[in-house]
């Protein structure tokens, strides 16, 4: 049981014979190879207890526990790097921690304690540190995820949940700049529903209009308001953000938009750097137009994922819009050269995003 007298005590099983050998390193489809280990504990009594390190493998759970009837469930997506002096780094997870809880006060879920989650999670990245791989784009995934466990069929709150961390090396997202088409029937979140909680639900709604761009030759979807679909919002598991006449537009946060930290880095950057930003209601017709008249000048999503994600085609209505060529985005292309740096320990580390493992 962790309480505030109770010091932090992480019971750990170390799996047998490690599966790394039979994993290609150099061919890393996103999360689909996981680690040796996983982090779990368990929420009752209004405490946080049975914190342990274990193989990470099938866990058992009840037919009718509430998260798969009723949707309590969030999950967060972090990232840790190796550098060439072997340190091991993350970027922001305080952050991440911080919008973990946020999602679960919406979601009626506990808070996490925080000494235990960092600890859980160390602990857990040191154990299978050779699993993070050294490739130029490569990092090691890790995924928080919080659900409810209560045997219930009932629609209330759980009394109980599992936490759970685990890992798995990744390479890069996407290989190839992303070719999306802006939604203008189906919607992600609505005003005043969970869109700004890091809810498993959110990610269920999206899947039917995905696939339907899918097969028509779109990698992901660009949301829109749900009231009228005239205003942009995300973009696929991502936030947006277009270059317009050397100004940078980003939708501005409401209820409907997941409040990104790869987002909130760039801005931070971009303001920094001297940048026209426009945190702000991005219209659709806007951004056409703006197309039309060779004034859009990028175009590219952020997220943990991708971190800077190129987009080289907009599709609406019928038409495919082209955006100007990779080489020629001044913005993108030095936010995310400055993002990499920094994680390598190449440039000096001004705004203290990176916590050493």
Known sequence: MITANNPIEIEIERIKESKISGVDFNNLPFGKVFSDHCFEMEYRDGVWSNARIKPFGKIEISPAASALHYGQSIFEGMKAYRRENGELVMFR???????????????????????????????????????????????????????????????????????????????????????????????????????????????????????????????????????????????????????????????????????????????RLARDWGWEVEETNVAVDFVINALKRGELQEAFGVGTAATIAHIDIIGYNGTDYKIPPIENREFSNKVSSWLHDLRMGKIEDEYHWMKII
């Open 93 to 267: 997870p305080e952050a991440n921690f911080n919008r973990m809880n946020l999602s679960a006060e919406r979601m009626c879920m506990p808070h996490l304690n925080k000494e235990l989650f960092f600890e859980g999670l160390k602990q857990l990245v040191q154990i299978d540190q050779d699993w993070i791989p050294s490739g130029e784009k490569s990092s090691l995934y890790i995924r928080p995820l919080m659900f409810a466990t209560d045997d219930f069929i009932g629609v209330r709150p759980s009394d109980t949940y599992k936490f759970i961390i685990f890992t798995c090396p990744v390479s890069g997202y996407y290989s190839n700049p992303v070719k999306v088409r802006i939604e203008t029937v189906y919607s992600r979140a609505c005003e005043g529903g969970v869109g700004r909680a890091k809810a498993a639900g959110n990610y269920a709604a999206a899947l039917f209009p995905a696939r339907r761009a899918q097969k028509d030759g779109y990698d992901q979807l660009v949301w829109t308001d749900a009231k009228e679909h005239k205003f942009i919002e995300e973009s696929g598991t991502m936030n947006i953000m277009f270059v317009i006449d050397n100004v940078l537009y980003t939708p501005s946060l409401s209820g409907s938009i997941l409040p990104g930290i790869t987002r909130d880095s760039v801005l």
